[in-house]
């Protein structure tokens, strides 16, 4: 029987667009690249690298990378410890560097270290060089510390901030350092600036310093990973410890720049 050469090429034509709809069905299917729903056990949903750097210095020396993973369970919050020699935490701005891996996180907060100080109606605070009424039900911001203080825009109206995966996938934010803040300030020397340690956060401490305390409210460093939904996947909380000695945390006789010992 003879082929006729028309009949081939309709073969040939129906072939070739056979396997074009298969590659099209193939590509379509998935939540596309980088989605986290079809992602392998153990992949990175975000990293937060914490790092560094002395005053004066052009270079950052890198402390910890704290990592969330797919593995961790949806809607669960880990936390990560980074310890810091007590001097360089005093006289270094704190980098943290958050990369989100695409696919898990349409909406990434960052929730800086913030703490109310007082509620008393005539606190003496030493950063804001007067006398201020904390007990009004609009605190006002004299009336809090953290290092989050500066880093959160309009704080204390907003007590964090955000970035879009859709903006893109890395951000990087800046705690001034202590020492830098006294000097403005006129403060003691403490690393309750940067060091969220406090453990008892069930009652008031106001015995960790002239001007300053701990009253009632205790916002830890947080990165937060939420879906279009606002639903919470995944998050993140950094305690940033300072080192009185090698390998000890709390050394007598070597605690030179008290975080909050006296309230633990």
């Keep these: 029987m003879a082929v006729r050469w028309q009949d081939v090429r309709i073969l040939v034509f129906a072939l070739i667009w056979a396997i074009s709809c298969a590659r099209l069905d ?3 299917s998935g939540s596309g690249s980088g989605g986290g729903a079809n992602a392998p056990a153990g992949t990175t949903v975000f990293s937060v690298t914490v790092s560094s750097r002395w005053e004066g210095a052009a270079d950052a020396t890198v402390q910890k990378v704290c990592t969330v993973t797919n593995s961790d ?8 410890t980074t310890t810091i020699p007590e001097a360089e935490l005093y006289y270094s701005d704190l980098i ?3 990369n989100v891996t695409s696919g898990f996180c349409e ?3 960052f929730r800086p270290y913030i703490y109310l100080a ?3 109606n005539s606190f003496d605070s030493y950063w804001a060089n007067t006398t201020i009424d904390c ?3 609009d605190i006002p911001a004299g009336c809090y510390s953290g290092a989050g203080i500066g880093m ?4 204390p109206t907003n007590f964090g901030t955000y970035f879009t995966s859709a903006s893109g996938l890395q951000k990087t934010y800046t705690a001034t350092a202590a020492n830098t803040y006294r000097q403005s300030v006129s403060g003691s020397i403490s690393n309750r600036w940067t060091s969220n340690t406090l453990i008892d956060r069930n009652t008031n401490c106001s015995s960790v310093g002239s001007g300053d305390g701990y ?3 205790y916002q830890d460093w947080q990165v937060l990973c939420d879906d279009k939904w606002n639903e919470r996947q995944y998050g993140m909380t950094l305690y940033i410890a300072d080192e009185d000695q090698p390998g000890v945390s709390i050394s007598d006789g070597h605690n030179d720049m008290a975080a909050w010992e006296a309230c633990n």
Excluded: E, N, W
Aim: contains cysteine.
């Design 215 to 217: 009253a009632g409210f």
């Design 152 to 155: 959160a825009p309009g704080f």
């Design 73 to 80: 369970p949806v809607g669960s919050t880990v936390s990560c």
């Design 118 to 120: 007082s509620t008393s």
């Design 96 to 98: 943290f560097d958050i």
């Design 26 to 28: 193939s590509g379509s």
């Design 135 to 137: 007990s009004v039900a």
């Design 107 to 109: 909406l990434v907060r």
